[in-house]
Nanobody
Framework: QVQLVESGGGLVQPGGSLRLSCAASGIIFSINALDWYRHAPGKQRELVATITSGDLTDYAYSVKGRFTISRDNAKNTVYLRMNSLKPEDTAVYYC??????????????WGQGTQVTVSS
């Protein structure tokens, strides 16, 4: 089965940094794109960052220049480095991937999320 597990969230001061991790299993990690989303209370889920199998990246305008997405194919892990954090970055952060399993079955998988709280 496909599984994504996030970690690294927590409470941080404004201007601080966190690195989120998403460990994947059940997929051919190196040939799939992965995304980071966030969902704050009362707001719609927002796509924060994406990285392709070719390591092309894209970011929401609100985080561009502050967040960096990267991947380690050997570890089947995608990261989101968050710098200069603002209170409005407070949300549950989820990783997401959709594609095909090694057996050729389509999948769409969400992690369970990790809470990021930016507050003094």
């Amino acid at each position: 089965q496909v599984q994504l597990v996030e970690s690294g969230g927590g409470l941080v001061q404004p201007g601080g940094s966190l690195r989120l991790s998403c460990a994947a299993s059940g997929i051919i990690f190196s040939i799939n794109a992965l995304d980071w989303y966030r969902h704050a209370p009362g707001k719609q889920r927002e796509l924060v960052a994406t990285i392709t199998s070719g390591d092309l990246t894209d970011y929401a305008y609100s985080v561009k220049g502050r967040f960096t997405i990267s991947r380690d194919n050997a570890k089947n892990t995608v990261y989101l480095r968050m710098n200069s954090l603002k209170p409005e970055d407070t949300a549950v952060y989820y990783c997401y991937s959709a594609g095909r399993t090694p057996g050729g079955r389509p999948y769409a998988a969400w992690g369970q999320g990790t809470q990021v709280t930016v507050s003094s």
